[in-house]
Each structure stands twice: as C-alpha cells, then as structure tokens.
C-alpha cells in the first residue's frame, strides 16, 4: 500500500509561482512507481498534467501547461514535485499527485481509478 500526501497550494496572481510536492509512505520501492500530477477544476473532469517515469529519466506534459510547469522526483524517488510558472487563472483547480507500477499508462496521461492517488491540494490563480 502506498500512501500520497500533496502540498504546497495556495492563492497567487496571475503570473506567479507555486511548487507543489507529494510526499508517499508506505513503501521503500517508489523507484519502480511512474508517477504525475492531475487536476480537477469546478465542473470538469479530472485532466493529466504532467508524469515522470519511475526512473527519473522521461516526463512528459499537458499541452496546456508544457514550457511553464515542471515535474520532478527527490533524490530518493519518493517526494514528487511541480513546479508551477506563469499561473494563470486557467490553472485553478484541485491537484493530484498518483503513483502506479509502470507500464500502464500514466506516462502518457491515461487517468485510472486503482492508482495510488492523494487527497488533492487546491492551488487558485486569481486575475
């Protein structure tokens, strides 16, 4: 069982920068675990932000927010990070982080219910 815990949200103006981070527990082997960020705004459907392989080596992104976000793991390949440039108010939503043994898709932003997922952390851009 691995255990997901976001943080790092907040309120910031356009423009501005947040870096989410999320913590797992419960597991020694995070290496072998693809893992990413997904987001879900007020009436939408939960959307793929961005993923990193379990080895550290390949990410991959949003349309929407490739060139100003950035995904990365701790040294230890068990804290996930983003790092968010140039919010905009399009970017308000509650963040995801999720975890999955590799191999099933996350790297490309297939979205399943049986990932590890967290309790989400809200991040609001205001204009």
């Known amino acids: 069982q691995v255990q997901l815990v976001e943080s790092g949200g907040g309120l910031v103006q356009a423009g501005g920068s947040l870096r989410l981070s999320c913590a797992t527990s419960g597991r020694t082997e995070m290496s072998r675990y693809d893992m990413g960020w997904f987001r879900q705004a007020p009436g939408k459907e939960r959307e793929f932000v961005a993923a990193?392989?379990?080895?550290?080596?390949?990410?991959n992104y949003a349309d929407s927010v490739d060139g100003r976000f950035t995904i990365s793991r701790g040294s230890a390949k068990s804290t996930l990070y983003l790092q968010m440039n140039s919010l905009k108010p399009e970017d308000t939503a509650v963040y995801y982080c999720?975890?999955?043994?590799?191999?099933?898709?996350?790297?490309?932003?297939?979205?399943?219910?049986?990932?590890?997922w967290g309790q989400g952390t809200q991040v609001t851009v205001s204009s």
């Open positions: 990193i392989l379990a080895n550290g080596g390949t990410t």
């Open positions: 999720a975890a999955d043994r590799s191999g099933r898709g996350l790297i490309i932003g297939v979205s399943r219910l049986d990932y590890y």
